[in-house]
């Protein structure tokens, strides 16, 4: 992972080999981000994205083996109870140029992953929602 702060913001290009949310969580804490939003774009293999089921209360995951190109890659860093939390939603392509798209649990980038994150001046924490059971951002 290399980093470059640019103003208020930090540009993060993710490695090959490196795995998207863990190498995300290593930068937070290593920059002392505590709440920010983010962007980004390159390619992912071996993904596990998920669908949140509101009746049931759980995620339906699916693993996608191979690469895939991010058409769409956005999140958000927040903390729950002292944990680093890396929210982030993709939308893939195929080579045949078929779309996905859920929560993005795991990833490995194949080749690069460059991302644009917007820190916050304060903590953006998260609070357990009974209605829902997600941890929510606590506003």
């Known amino acids: 992972m290399k980093i470059?702060?640019?103003d208020n913001y930090f540009?993060?290009?993710i490695q090959k080999g490196e795995e998207i949310i863990t190498t995300l969580q290593h930068a937070v804490k290593k920059e002392e981000i505590r709440g920010a939003f983010f962007f980004?774009?390159?390619v992912?293999?071996?993904?596990v994205l998920g669908y949140f089921n509101a009746h049931?209360?759980?995620y339906i995951k699916k693993a996608f083996e191979g690469e895939y190109e991010f058409t769409s890659l956005s999140?958000?860093?927040s903390r729950f109870r002292r944990k680093i939390i890396i929210h982030c939603h993709a939308t893939i392509t195929?080579?045949?140029f078929n779309a996905f798209g859920g929560h993005l649990f795991q990833a490995t980038v194949p080749a690069t992953?460059?991302?644009l994150i917007i820190p916050f001046s304060k903590a953006l924490r998260r609070k357990k929602d009974s209605r829902t059971g997600l941890n929510l951002i606590d506003i």
């Not at 992912?44 to 993904?47: D, F, H, M, R, S």
């Open 44 to 47: 992912g293999q071996n993904l």
């Open 40 to 42: 980004g774009l390159g």
């Open 94 to 96: 195929d080579d045949h």
């Open 56 to 58: 049931t209360k759980t």
């Open 11 to 13: 540009v993060i290009r």
């Open 75 to 77: 999140g958000n860093i």
């Open 113 to 115: 992953l460059e991302i």
């Open 4 to 6: 470059r702060k640019l």
